[in-house]
């Protein structure tokens, strides 16, 4: 069975990486796209953030690393997976997430929405507070994969320089 894993990575955090890790062991193969929201303004440009990913996930077997706009279940079909992953680090999530999952399930009954609970040791981990670490200067190396660490430093010493 093949599943899509579908997200913004921007940037890819080791709470993302834990779930990708996981569910390789789950599905014959993973497939884990970027979303191209077009109302979201990433730090990190598509093919910036695809190389994150690709390098973070080399030593996996059955992952592949793509990107898609427009609806999730549209890209699912075409990829063909018949799950679409999501990760659920609190409460919070929660809410959204269903909403989410219902009106894909409304869109395309087919497809299965399936959510992994957060590794409890990264459910603090978000892109968003990796990035406002990074900004002002925090390390976040038990946050990211090594390369995005380095991006991260780049990214906020060019934009401090
Ligand atoms: P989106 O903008 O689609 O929410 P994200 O990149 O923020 O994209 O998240 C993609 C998926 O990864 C979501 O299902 C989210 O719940 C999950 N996720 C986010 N942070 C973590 C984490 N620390 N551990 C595991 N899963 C996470």
Redesign the pocket.
């Known amino acids: 069975m093949r599943a899509l894993?579908?997200?913004?990575?921007?940037p890819?955090?080791?709470?993302?990486l834990?779930?990708i890790e996981r569910s390789a062991r789950l599905f014959d193969s993973v497939m884990v796209a970027v979303?191209q929201?077009p109302s979201?303004q990433p730090a990190f440009g598509l093919e910036q953030r695809l190389g994150q990913i690709r390098s973070a996930t080399a030593h996996l077997s059955g992952v592949e690393v793509g990107s898609f706009d427009g609806l999730t279940v549209d890209f699912a079909a075409r990829s063909q997976a018949q799950v679409i992953?999501?990760?659920?680090?609190a409460l919070s999530?929660f809410e959204f997430?269903l909403q989410i999952a219902h009106t894909n399930h409304s869109l395309a009954p087919q497809v299965e929405t399936l959510?992994?609970a957060?590794?409890v040791h990264?459910?603090?981990?978000?892109?968003?507070v990796v990035k406002e670490v990074a900004r002002f200067g925090g390390d976040v190396r038990h946050m990211v994969p090594a390369g995005v660490a380095e991006d991260l430093t780049r990214l906020f010493n060019r934009t401090s320089a």
């Open positions: 894993y579908p997200g913004s990575f921007d890819l955090t080791l709470g993302h834990d779930l979303l929201n979201k992953l999501r990760g659920l680090r999530d997430e959510f992994l957060t590794a990264h459910s603090f981990l978000s892109s968003s």
